[in-house]
């Protein structure tokens, strides 16, 4: 791999990981806002830490290990961080049932924001398909249904990876939906009996928690860009320190962008694809995960300043 090929795959990576935690900036400051000033102070110093360190470096290592079981989880640490070409042509090989499985997790992410989810309309298209909601469930089931059927002709285990990615998709799911609730707790709203309080130690395991969940998103969508974990921990960590600074210094200014949230939902649909492609054997330049992110955020970027107020 040239150099010109890792700056572009860390920038991608960077770019990505920063464009689809922008709605983990944004709870993490409405909920900082509530905290004591060492509060906020312990969790921006040791969040990013675990952020960077723990959360971002322990979810490669450990989808490395679970499509290569037989190594163990020392010798999958090994060969996560390994240059070794046997090592690398080991992990190369095994591939196909992380990228089906990443496939489905982030094409289920960018239909369930397509048909469910309130969103500020970005393309004509847009409000047609969130009136036909109903429909999201018979969308998922037939791309899976259809990926496992042609996944079976090649590679059983690739099956299996699809079929994982899905349940992974479902699981994560639940877990944001219940932060959302938690959010509102949190931020002291009322529920009807009153003003809820809750202590700033609590807010901090709920928002190291929340991070967690969110980083799914960045990490499986990291395998688009490579597969060389290394590359994956440092455009992740970097973003990840990104997101931290979003969450102290301009918030508001980024909550003004309306279409961020578009741009990062096409982006993980077309990484999705990009990774469904790959799983099935068609050669994907390593340059194009990064110039289609770049692109794509890039437009909504400017639709988003085309509306920002005078102000």
Same mark, same amino acid.
């Given at each position: 791999?040239d150099?010109?090929?890792?700056?572009l795959?860390v920038?991608?990576?960077?770019?990505?990981? /920063?464009?689809?935690?922008?709605?983990?900036?944004?709870?993490?400051?409405?909920?900082?806002?509530?905290?004591?000033?060492? &509060?906020?102070?312990?969790?921006?110093?040791?969040?990013?830490?675990?952020?960077?360190?723990?959360i971002?470096?322990?979810?490669?290592?450990?989808?490395?290990?679970?499509?290569?079981?037989?190594?163990?989880?020392?010798?999958?640490?090994t060969?996560?961080?390994? !240059?070794?070409? @046997?090592?690398?042509?080991?992990?190369?090989?095994?591939?196909?049932?992380?990228?089906?499985?990443?496939?489905?997790?982030?094409?289920?992410?960018?239909?369930h924001?397509?048909?469910?989810?309130?969103?500020k309309?970005?393309?004509?298209?847009?409000?047609f398909?969130?009136?036909?909601?109903?429909?999201?469930?018979?969308?998922v $089931?037939?791309?899976?249904?259809l990926?496992v059927w042609?996944?079976?002709?090649?590679?059983?285990?690739?099956?299996?990876?699809?079929?994982?990615? !899905? /349940? &992974?998709?479902?699981?994560?799911?639940?877990f944001?939906?219940?932060?959302?609730?938690?959010?509102? @707790?949190?931020?002291?709203?009322s529920?009807?009996?009153g003003?809820? $309080?809750t202590?700033?130690a609590?807010?901090?395991?709920?928002?190291?928690?929340?991070d967690g969940?969110?980083?799914?998103?960045?990490?499986?969508? &990291?395998?688009?860009?490579?597969l060389?974990?290394?590359?994956?921990?440092?455009?992740n960590?970097?973003?990840?320190? %990104? %997101?931290?600074?979003? /969450?102290?210094?301009?918030i508001?200014?980024?909550?003004?962008?309306?279409?961020?949230?578009?741009g990062a939902?096409?982006?993980?649909? %077309?990484?999705?694809?990009?990774?469904?492609?790959? $799983?099935?054997?068609?050669?994907?330049? !390593?340059?194009?995960?990064?110039?289609? /992110?770049?692109?794509?955020?890039?437009?909504?970027?400017l639709?988003?300043?085309?509306?920002?107020?005078?102000?």
């Amino acid at each position: 791999m040239d150099i010109l090929s890792i700056i572009l795959i860390v920038a991608g990576l960077i770019l990505f990981e /920063t464009i689809t935690s922008v709605d983990n900036a944004i709870i993490n400051a409405d909920v900082l806002s509530t905290m004591g000033k060492k &509060a906020r102070k312990w969790f921006l110093l040791w969040g990013i830490l675990i952020a960077v360190f723990l959360i971002r470096g322990a979810l490669p290592w450990l989808l490395v290990w679970a499509i290569n079981p037989g190594l163990g989880p020392m010798g999958a640490l090994t060969a996560a961080l390994s !240059s070794d070409p @046997k090592v690398v042509e080991a992990i190369d090989n095994s591939s196909p049932m992380l990228l089906a499985g990443g496939g489905i997790f982030m094409v289920f992410i960018f239909f369930h924001w397509l048909f469910l989810e309130p969103k500020k309309f970005g393309l004509k298209g847009e409000p047609f398909f969130q009136r036909q909601g109903v429909w999201f469930y018979a969308v998922v $089931s037939i791309i899976l249904s259809l990926v496992v059927w042609f996944a079976l002709q090649i590679n059983p285990l690739m099956a299996f990876g699809a079929v994982v990615g !899905s /349940t &992974a998709f479902f699981i994560v799911h639940g877990f944001k939906e219940n932060a959302a609730k938690m959010e509102e @707790k949190l931020l002291g709203q009322s529920n009807g009996q009153g003003v809820i $309080s809750t202590s700033d130690a609590s807010k901090i395991f709920y928002l190291e928690v929340l991070d967690g969940t969110f980083s799914i998103d960045g990490v499986v969508g &990291a395998f688009a860009f490579t597969l060389s974990v290394p590359l994956i921990l440092l455009g992740n960590g970097f973003g990840a320190i %990104v %997101v931290r600074q979003l /969450t102290v210094a301009n918030i508001d200014r980024i909550k003004k962008y309306a279409f961020l949230k578009n741009g990062a939902m096409y982006s993980i649909f %077309v990484l999705g694809m990009i990774m469904l492609l790959d $799983s099935f054997g068609f050669h994907i330049p !390593s340059w194009l995960s990064p110039l289609v /992110t770049a692109s794509i955020v890039g437009y909504f970027f400017l639709k988003s300043r085309k509306v920002l107020p005078e102000n």
